[in-house]
């Protein structure tokens, strides 16, 4: 366990090496923010109400997703699939470790640092630029809090099973660039899921995605309250826990199929 | 001539190399117009609640995405620059380009070359021709050269704005991550720009000018008066940008000493 430990050290340290390059994240994502929110305003008009979010509610949904992205976005896909493609993957495997695991390791040093140093500077420069509501609730901040965790698991698992694939399709660019799509729109960071229209936001219940940013997101603007809470955090676990069936699966086929294409 | 023959070559090895992931190739044909249908389904989705944006009403809106997809498609299959600074700089890639005569860029460019984006910029025109009937907007003797003159400076923008932050990755050791995050930002500049508050209005304009390769150049088409100045101006800020951007390479490049390896 120690190890695996280590893992999220060192990437930490790593990320923070190159942490001048998300400043500049910082900024942009503001700007996405900054784009997102007029677009919103233009829609609202004087509607006071849309898909069950007020404006200011809506606002707030827009920043703390986007902020939320900036934790736990990651590129644990691409960094297998180049494992797998350039052979090095074979090295891995015979050492005494967990895959998988360990790039779960790495990722969540990434999302720590991604945490610390993007998503809470980058959340206090939204707050001051635009018209964002904190929740007053303390349920609220724990729930998110442990929400957000999920998210990334969740996010991650997905770019497990995306990375993985590369076993069987050999070259995934095309899988990982449909799959950064389908979870930045079918997430809810594009739109709220409840603007969907109905057929299709019903088939979202049925899909993980949700719980990557719209969950959450309903909880830290007080959409969803006290027990509800419970009820959204439990579909995030219930898919983590599904997630995992594919994952081991995966990585199980992968041993039997594992065939260097080089190196 | 030289560089034709060149073009010619990079093309046959593009295809030959294509046949070796057939499959691949439509999953990413897929890919893209996919990427393209979550900015789609947005605007969709707006326009289920609302009949208007900042004045524009939905097949307007439907018909800048459109021109948008038409030079977009053009740029994401000649310039695509997308790991340069992983590829080129860290593994050392860049040392071997320096050292053949034709001009580094352009070898680059051709390296990376990616027709299948080329379907997203027929579906732009699909789009258009779509809501621009619905729109009932003439079609006169100078919309099919217009639209070339247009397509052809958002292309440059493009190239320019790409450019120049690919070659950031010559001033610096570690690969800056901006470039994902401007994907992110250059979609804002379809919608009317008027929505916006004046920062970022300004900011879409001369900055980073994402607003000339979608609402300003359709403005045109879509009789929009209010912005036909701005539309016109299209080809000066293509060139004015083009030359940034290859100033900036260049000046970077005479800079890049190798990375070791």
Redesign the interface.
Known sequence: MGAYLDFIRIRFLTML??R???Y??IL??S??I??NY??W???Y?K?ES??GFSATQMTSYVAVSWMARAFYFNNLDREISTDIRDGSIAIQFIRPYNYVLVKMMQGLGEGIFRFMLFMIPGMAIAMLLFPVQLPTELSAWVGFLVMLFFSFLINSQINVITGLSAFF???????M??KR??V??FSGL??PIS???DWLSSVLKFLPFQAITYLPGSVFTGRVQGVGIWNVLGVQVFWFLVLLIPIIWLNHAARQRLFVQGG | MYYFGLINEYLKNYIKSRLT?R??FW??V???L??Q??NF??IL??F???DS??GWNQNEVVFVYGFFMVPFGIFSCFVNMWGFSERYITKGEMDRVLTRPAHNLFQILLENIDPPSLFGSLIGLVIMAISGANLGLPFEWWTIPALIVLSLSAVAIYTGIYTTLTSLSFYSD?????LP??Y??QT?GR?PVT???RA?QV?LTWVIPFAFVGVYPAALFLHRDEMKGMALLTPVVGAVFLTIGLLAWNYGVKRYKGAGS
Do not use: C, K, Q, W
């Open positions: 090496a190159y001048v390059n998300y500049s994240g942009i994502y700007l996405n900054g784009v007029f677009t305003m233009a829609i008009g509607g849309l898909g399709v050999e070259n995934n660019e095309g899988m660039r449909m799509v389908v930045d729109l594009v739109v603007l969907f229209p | 992931y499959a691949d999953v990413e897929i890919s893209d996919l990427f249908a979550t389904i947005f989705v707006i289920m609640h609302t944006l900042g570690a690969p800056t991550g901006i995050l401007m992110n930002i804002y919608y929505i916006y508050n970022i900011l």
